[in-house]
C-alpha cells in the first residue's frame, strides 16, 4: 500500500514540472496533500500565494470558495480543485439572492465579508477579511463607519467585543466550530488543568471565553510552537494538529470531540481530497474552477483591498 501512495507522490511530483504547476494546500487538508505541497497555510497565506504564484497551473487543495479566490486573482490562469464538490457550510449558509435584500435594509453600511463566502457575495462586498486580519480590516475604518459583516456571525461577534463595534452580523456559522460544545470543552479542561486552551474565532463566545489563546489556523500553530506549555487542548479542525505534531514533536495535543464517542473534528469537505484525486485533477486538468470575467472583475476588488491594508 506504501509503495502505491508513493507511485502517486512521484507522479503528482512529475506533473508538477511538466506543467509548471503549484500547489496550494490548506492547514485542514489529509496529511498527505500537506506533504507535497508547495505551499501550506490559512486563507490569507495562501491568498497572498495565490497573488503572487508565477506558476502557469494553479492546483488549490481546499474547498471551493478558496480556489475561486484564486482564480479571482489569477483570471488568466487555470485554477483546478481535485474535488469540485468539496463546499463549505459556512459560505452555503448565505445565499447571494438573500443577502442580496438583506443589505438593502442597510443602505450607507459597508461590507465586510469573511473570506468564507462565495464569489457572489465577495462581488457584493466593500472588502474581505480573514480571521488572520480581521480586526486589523476593520480597525482600518472610521469608528463611524457603520458595517455590515458577513457571513460568520461567531467571527463578527468576536470582532464586535474586541474593537468595540456594533456590526450588524448574518447569522451564519462553520458547522465544524459551532458544533463544540462547551460541555466536552469544560470537561477536558478539568481533566487537563495544565494544559493551554486555544480556540479559533469561529467557535461560540461562550467557548472563546474560557480559551487561552484565540487565533487563526496559523496563529494557532505559532501560538502553540512559541509558547512554553507541554500541552494543549485544540478547538478547531484537526487538520491542523498535523503540523501542531511536526513542529513541536515534544508537545501533546488534544482534540475537542465533537461528542462523547468522537475523539475528532474534521470537516468532511477539506477531507475530500485525497492523493488520487490530485493525480487525476493534474492529469486531466479537471476540475476546473470557472467565473465570468464580470463577477471576476467585481470579487477582484475588495480582495485586493484586503489584500493591500494586509500588507
Known sequence: ?????????????????????????????????????????????????????NADLIVFCGVHFMAETAKIL??????????????????????????????KNYPGYMVISYINCTAEIKAMSDIICTSSNAIKIVGSLSKEQNIVFVPDKNLGGYINKLTGRNMVLWNGTCEVHDIIQVEQIIRMKKENPDAMLIAHPECQAVILE?????????????????????RFIVATETGILYQMRKSSPEKEFLVVPTDKNCSCNDCTYMKMN??????????????????????????????????????
Open 74 to 103: 489569477n483570471p488568466e490562469k487555470k485554477v483546478l480543485i481535485p474535488d469540485l464538490s468539496a463546499g463549505c457550510s459556512l459560505a452555503d449558509s448565505c445565499s447571494p439572492n438573500k443577502f442580496k435584500e438583506f443589505i
Open 210 to 230: 474560557l480559551a487561552d489563546y484565540i487565533g487563526s489556523t496559523t496563529g494557532l500553530l505559532k501560538y502553540s510552537i512559541n509558547s512554553k506549555a507541554k
Open 274 to 311: 485525497t492523493l488520487e484525486k490530485l493525480l487525476n485533477c493534474m492529469r486531466y486538468e479537471s476540475p476546473e474552477i470557472k467565473l465570468s470575467t464580470t463577477l471576476i472583475e467585481k470579487a477582484k476588488k475588495p480582495i485586493l483591498r484586503m489584500l493591500e491594508i494586509s500588507k
Open 1 to 53: 500500500m506504501k509503495k502505491s501512495s508513493d507511485n502517486v507522490k512521484n507522479e503528482i511530483l512529475k506533473l508538477k514540472r511538466e506543467k509548471n504547476a503549484v500547489v496550494l494546500a490548506h492547514y485542514y487538508q489529509i496529511p498527505e496533500i500537506q506533504e507535497i505541497a508547495d505551499y501550506i497555510g490559512d486563507s490569507l497565506g495562501l491568498s497572498q500565494n495565490a497573488q503572487s504564484t
